[in-house]
């Protein structure tokens, strides 16, 4: 693997590297395991907890969770942000024991400045399909959402659609879904609506955030 970059240059480098191995297909659209990941971060920013939790997309049950402390590994740059949290991830799939079939992350894919997410970067070097799920817009407009579950709107930054805008419970404010590396917007906004039955967040998301919130604590 090669050394990880240490300034703005050599991450933005890389990103572009990284994104002409993006590959769009339409991915598993019924997959056996999904992994949420998520990381939180001390209160000083100096520590971080990277969680990956794999669920049976059946009956959402845990599968595994794999955990893992550390230090952020990038300083906090807006559209560099990914660097900071890749390598914990990638520690923390190392050590799982199930394979997940689709990873979804808490964060975007397409969806960002450079095109290139924390979704994106994970299925590139993992080679996993792979997706964000963001509570908030990175980048794009969209045209309201209609207010009953499965409704969504085209997000669209700079003429291009790079996302999805997805009610995912009636009157609920809406997700902002954007595919990361093989896999396409309807399997990903399609998979988001059978994770999340019941909340706004997909269940990975929630089991993930869990997880890595109660290690840091």
Known sequence: MQPWPRTEEEA?????????QVVAEPGPASPATVAG???????DDDRLAAAVVVLD???????????????????????????REVPALLDALGKLTVRPEVLICDGHGLA?????GLAAHLGVLTGLPSFGVGKTRLVGEWAPVGETRGSRSALVDGGEPVGAVLRT???VK?????VG?????????ALTLRLAPRYRLPETTRAADRVCRDLLG
């Open 57 to 83: 997309a059946a009956d959402l049950t845990v599968r595994d969770t794999a955990v893992v402390r550390g230090k952020p590994a990038f300083p906090y740059v807006p559209g560099l942000f990914a660097f």
């Open 12 to 20: 933005r480098a890389v990103q572009d590297l990284l994104r002409a």
């Open 181 to 189: 590396h093989r896999i396409d917007l309807d399997t990903a906004c």
């Open 174 to 178: 809406p997700v902002f879904v954007s």
């Open 112 to 116: 960002h400045p450079r095109r290139f």
């Open 37 to 43: 990941l998520d990381v939180a971060y001390s209160a």
């Open 169 to 171: 419970q009636t009157g």
